[in-house]
């Protein structure tokens, strides 16, 4: 079985470690959800677990991450592209 969890962000000073519990939560959720909804299957242990992560630097200029749908609908969000290579 593979388990996808939503990604965890910050932009704020918490701490990596509140993070990473934050993941392991939604992550053990997941495999709760798994067991009870009638799949037969007990999980015993990890085989393999990938983290990711990302140092986002919003002010450095052509740094730009693209919004989800339900954001980039908002009115209130500008997401500003820039096309040229002048940094």
């Known amino acids: 079985m593979y388990f996808l969890t939503e990604p965890v962000s910050s932009i704020s000073g ?3 470690e509140l993070q990473l519990q934050v993941a392991l939560r939604r992550l053990m959720h ?16 990890f085989v393999t ?5 990302l140092n986002y630097n919003p002010l450095r200029a ?7 749908r339900n954001i980039r609908g908002k009115a ?9 290579n002048d940094w």
């Open 14 to 16: 918490d701490p990596l």
């Open 30 to 45: 997941q495999v709760d959800d798994y067991e009870k909804n009638g799949s037969g299957w007990v999980l015993d242990h």
């Open 62 to 68: 052509g740094a730009h991450i693209p919004l989800s």
């Open 76 to 84: 209130s969000i500008l997401n500003i592209t820039n096309t040229d």
């Open 49 to 53: 677990l990938d983290v990711h992560m």
